[in-house]
């Protein structure tokens, strides 16, 4: 290799991979090929020390852009920007539709605490209520369907306590199951995002 062909090769892969500095680049090479062939060193020697053309390429274009992404022409990306807009009806709709998805699941799983909650307060609720009225109707109706009627009060309250207990746990759970769910789905989200940036 000489150094026109170095130095052409070097131009091209500078472009290829849009490093912002290209004619101080070259101007730089071109001057170090120059001083060591004035110093006595053969056209050998200098491009087989130096990095290849691609190599000086890359390592520049790294440092530029430490991703090592390579930048996106302007017509490209307004290509992709009126695209997202056209295909919006599309993609709008979908995203919708993932959203309400999601938000019914979680709507589902949280129907269980809910319910059992909502059981909770009323068997609670519906017991005290009857233990307080069973005196009263002891006294003004027959003593046995008091007697009764106190016994399903302390019935109600026992199997409101195990719905209010039932609450409780899968609560407990239902926020660690949820917590991590929503951390999935976002850690889902940044990935795909991330990839499509």
């Not at 472009?15 to 120059?34: G, K, Q, S």
């Not at 110093?39 to 020390?49: D, L, Q």
């Not at 490209?76 to 056209?86: D, M, N, S």
């Not at 207990?165 to 929503?182: C, D």
Request: hydrophobic share 50%; charged share 20%.
């Amino acid at each position: 290799m000489d150094k026109r062909k170095f130095i052409k090769k070097l131009d091209e892969e500078l472009n290829f991979y849009r490093v912002m500095d290209v004619d101080n680049t070259i101007a730089y090479y071109d001057e170090l090929i120059d001083d060591r062939l004035e110093a006595g060193e053969s056209e050998t020697t200098i491009f087989t020390s130096l990095e290849t053309p691609n190599q000086i390429a890359m390592r520049l274009a790294l440092i530029e852009r430490p991703g090592g992404q390579k930048k996106r022409s302007p017509a490209l990306t307004a290509l992709i920007v009126v695209l997202l807009i056209l295909g919006s009806p599309l993609w709008g709709s979908l995203a919708l539709t993932a959203a309400i998805l999601i938000a019914t699941g979680y709507l589902l799983i949280w129907l269980v605490p809910a319910l059992a909650g909502i059981f909770f307060a009323s068997f609670v609720l519906g017991g005290v209520v009857s233990l307080i009225l069973s005196p009263v109707v002891m006294v003004n109706q027959e003593f046995v369907i008091g007697l009764m009627q106190f016994g399903m009060g302390f019935v109600m309250i026992g199997v409101g306590l195990l719905c209010g207990v039932m609450t409780r746990f899968t609560a407990k759970y239902l926020i660690a199951y949820s917590v991590s769910l929503t951390r999935w789905i976002g850690r889902l989200l940044r990935r795909k995002i991330g990839s499509a940036a």
